[in-house]
């Protein structure tokens, strides 16, 4: 029963994570039907922003050494910043364009980040030490459960629930779900495109540091590929759970990082090396009986 | 599947060139390619040697190069990508190189090694552990400055024997072919000598997270009793990750690593690390049994500042081969000069006595040291040969063997 209700934290924990970085990215589909790939640079990004600039083989922390308050605030800011700023100068220019432009567009912009974290912070992975204490295990009733788990389940919770908050109770909340299901009626209606999508920017940005200190926290190393291994389950979790809803970029999410933990946990050991075979089997089965996601979005399904 | 299609614009690149005949090598020196990583996580592996070989370079030139020419390098950079690879070997054979170095790892330097064989040069790797770099996986010409990878574990294992401990469990990292051959190895010779192993499992390099492997463990130690060493089969950055993760859930047993856990520059990621053993090249830290070793470090450091690996022993020891080859043939043709890398029998190369038969390009029986690390710092903790070690045909396994 314990390790059962271990395996289970681990789950939740591993899934929370992939939340975070699924909803980050669904922000952006919903509102704009663009997937961003550049996601997992401005959580690698924000990793990078914790430690001295420099090519050394060992990091030295800079903002990472910093009180927490300090420390969290100060990196959200700087992704958020960041991710504003690529829309205005990467993206918006384009607004018009196809979407297989903006999707090359987003890659272009995460070749340029990874190729300037690697000009400015040389191309060697990096260890540091950020938050060690959380690492360590602490009871909860009766099973030793790292810390850093329970923040990451708490903190995934927290965020979903005040975005849910934000979504349907603010001005700006609504606009931004007016913009997700139909872009065009919405600006007829006077809801301003800009500022709706540099909001849902700053918001998916705000994730990704979010992300990018709980994953950093867990590893203890810094490279500049970071960001693709979450962000491309991710993506799936963002198809998985149906393009274009908030709540199935969650549930993708889950669904996904739950799957991973279980077959980590069941697969006899000479398949366990292939366990990502069997995730994304289950993801084809999911999609062979729901092709549009778990949650279905109207404006996104396509009708004969 | 997956390498034969990644490595075909490398092969017609390869063709291509060799058809329009490589930029006549030039006969009033030496040219070297370096067809390796100096971005991504393989320069972790690859800068290190890269350093030790042009250090060789320089001193050999001081005395004359070889065979009276000097040595010239050029480099062209892998980016830790397959594809990059092989167009950063067909670079080198375009820039007129007479021999070609290739990356720490099998695959890593298989595309660019692959592009060497086809034009008939000698590619060397720094220090790739898979006999795969070599004669049956790549073709004739291709060789590797290292022990073969089940041979770390053969080392581990016996470390581990003399340092009493008899119940061992391994962690794998299923994403190379290197983490597999160095726990195939410590498996095998494990039980053989009578080690007891009470549990195996695998994670992926990038993996965020081992929780579960973790619980499993737990499980295992709760029913068998907790293993006297841990044996990790990874390497960086992952393996950090893994360590991390291991200390902080309280599980203070001594971890072993092959040489890719060589150095102390990644203990950062693992603060207070103590009871970590690595089977590598040599000592950095001057108390390597080997005179030369420490001397040639002394050097290093005067040059460079303070070494993060060994693996500069290996880079130096490659150009040292290709000079001691070369001369002997007496001429840069490498027909002549593979001739007389064959014939290398305990041959005294900076990293240890090396040697090369015609069938194996892979140094079987070597002496390798254990680094500890002990509260963050490294140290020497010993240096072993093992003769009796892994079988031949155990080198070339089908790696679908159930050691389990």
Redesign the interface.
Known sequence: MT?FF??A???I??GS?FALTALGIGLIFGVMRLINFAHGDFIMIGGYSLIVPSSA???TLFIGAWPTPFLVATICLIIIVLAVASERLAFRPLRDAQPSVLLITSFALSFFFEHLV?MIY????????LW?GL???VMVAGV?I?AL?IITIGVTVTLLLLLVLFLRYTPMGVAIRAASEDFRMARLLGVRANRVIAVAFAISGFLAAVVSLL?VA????L???MG???VLFAFVATVVGGMGSLVGAVLGGFVVGVSS?VF??VLP??L??N??VFVYGMVLLILLFRPSGLVKVKSIEEKV | MRKLTHMLPGLVVAATVAMHGAAQADDHEVVIGFAI?????M??YD?PPLIGAMMAIEEFNAQGGILGKPIRAVIADT??DLIQGAKAGAEVVAKGAHFMVVSCDYDMGAPAATVADANKMIAISFCASDAKLGVQGIGPYAFTMNIFGQGEGVIGARYAWDRGWRKGYALLD?SGEYDKSVCHGFLEYWKRIGGEVIG???F?Q????I???I??Y??MAAERGEPDVLMLCSY??GA??AI??IR???IDVPILGGDSMDGD???????GLSDHYAVTFGSMYGEDPRAEVNEFFERYRAKHGAP?SSFPLNGYSVVQAIKIAAERAGSLDSDKVLAELNKFDKEPLLWGATTFTPDVHIDLVHPMAVIQIQNGKGSHAATITVEDTVPLQLIFPAF?E?L?
């Open positions: 390790a271990q395996n934290i681990d789950a924990a591993l994570l083989m060992t990091a690697i040389g191309g060697r992975p990096k260890a540091l030490n060690g690492i360590e295990p030793r790292p788990q994953l867990q590893t203890g190393v490279s500049f590929h693709i291994p979450l933990v980590q946990t050991i000479d366990r090396p366990r990502d | 990583a100096e971005s991504g996580w320069n972790a800068g980016k830790t299923a195996v499992d695998t992926m990038e993996d965020a997270s929780a579960s492997q619980t499993r737990k499980k960086n950055p950090v990750t991390r993760q902080a859930a309280g520059y990644w203990v950062e990621g693992v603060p993060d679908t159930d389990y």
